[in-house]
């Protein structure tokens, strides 16, 4: 067994991690839903399958985040740093993602239905086949780049809510 598979599959959900390094950890596949992780640098980690619903990331450090199909619905990652994070499939639905620096993120397939994506750096994010019902763009940067992997109608939202960068 590799050492940072001792994580995986667990139940953290009412876990302090509070003096837990979680650099490049691989929590694939475990329940943290509610946990908080405001703040924390957990950079380089593994978070694919996790259910991180109503999880407090606000201000966090996830750079280089594996996300894929993580269960993120009404979660607060305000602020967070996301930069070249893997958030594929991830469901975002009625997240607080305001503030966030999604830098190269990837958010293909994702639903962020009822996100507040406020202030957000969306530079070079890719959202390839995301859902957007009702997503709040208000004064998001985005870039060219990013306009290109969103449909028309949420490009007209983008373009009149968000600043072109």
């Given at each position: 067994?590799?050492p940072?598979?001792?994580?995986r599959?667990?139940?953290?959900?009412k876990?302090?991690?509070?003096?837990?390094d979680?650099?490049g950890?691989?929590l694939?596949?475990?329940?943290?839903k509610?946990v908080?992780?405001?703040?924390?640098?957990?950079?380089?980690?593994?978070f694919?399958?996790s259910?991180?619903?109503?999880a407090?990331?606000?201000?966090?450090?996830?750079?280089?985040?594996?996300?894929r199909?993580?269960d993120?619905?009404d979660s607060?990652?305000?602020?967070?740093?996301?930069?070249?994070?893997?958030?594929?499939?991830v469901?975002l639905?009625?997240?607080?993602?305001?503030?966030?620096?999604?830098?190269?993120?990837?958010?293909?397939?994702a639903?962020?239905?009822?996100?507040?994506m406020?202030?957000i750096?969306?530079?070079?994010t890719?959202?390839?086949?995301?859902?957007?019902?009702?997503?709040?763009?208000t004064?998001?940067?985005?870039d060219?780049?990013?306009?290109?992997?969103?449909?028309?109608?949420?490009?007209?939202?983008?373009?009149k809510?968000?600043?072109?960068?």
């Amino acid at each position: 067994m590799n050492p940072s598979d001792v994580f995986r599959k667990r139940n953290y959900s009412k876990v302090n991690f509070d003096y837990e390094d979680l650099i490049g950890r691989n929590l694939s596949d475990t329940n943290m839903k509610g946990v908080n992780l405001k703040n924390r640098d957990i950079h380089n980690a593994d978070f694919s399958g996790s259910d991180l619903s109503e999880a407090d990331l606000s201000g966090a450090i996830l750079f280089n985040v594996k996300l894929r199909g993580a269960d993120m619905r009404d979660s607060n990652l305000s602020n967070a740093k996301l930069w070249d994070a893997e958030l594929y499939g991830v469901d975002l639905r009625g997240a607080d993602i305001n503030g966030a620096d999604m830098f190269y993120a990837d958010l293909r397939n994702a639903d962020l239905s009822g996100s507040n994506m406020s202030g957000i750096n969306l530079r070079h994010t890719n959202f390839d086949g995301a859902i957007f019902d009702s997503t709040d763009f208000t004064g998001a940067n985005y870039d060219l780049d990013t306009l290109d992997t969103v449909s028309e109608p949420t490009k007209r939202i983008l373009q009149k809510q968000g600043k072109l960068w």
